[in-house]
């Protein structure tokens, strides 16, 4: 309760000075990725599907390419653009195609919210993250060789990283790739 409280204050007082992340004022994917991601649940799930949609067709531009990327993993110590994602993708489908990935959610600092929310089709952030984890974990064909640790790093440049073993969810992400497409 307190939570909902204060974003929407925040947000009131954001709004009240000018500021915001309002899409008609042109804010882009990259840009919500840096930001709060709270303000992402206020937001029509039609805006939440175009940013998705940006950060996979920038994603398909990116595969494979070295350096800052949206989609990074750590490969024999370089950082490589994981490979793209498809526009229409459903990451909150089943994604482990049966083969079980144990993961482990990071318990200090930053945790995903518990409560169930419909930014996330009723499901609570940490299991939208569960969700869209097993998907990436699938799509980018990683054999992890142990349990994943997920990480929340709200305010990160990229979307979702794979480094050491962790798979590393930005929130706003997760709102993004949450959004119902129908």
Known sequence: MLRTALISLSLLLAAGCGMGASPSRGVTST???????EWLEFESPQVRVELFRDLARQSAGQAGSRGAVLFPMLVAGEFVAAPALEPGADLLGPGDAGAAVDLNFETRGDRFAEDRRDAFQGLSEREAAEQIARSLITLWNIKPAGPVTVVRTPGAP??????????????SFVYMAAAPTR
Do not use: C, H, M, V
């Open 31 to 37: 840009q919500a990725l840096t930001g709060t991601a």
């Open 158 to 171: 990229y979307a979702a990283a794979w480094i050491d073993g962790q798979l590393r969810l930005n929130p």
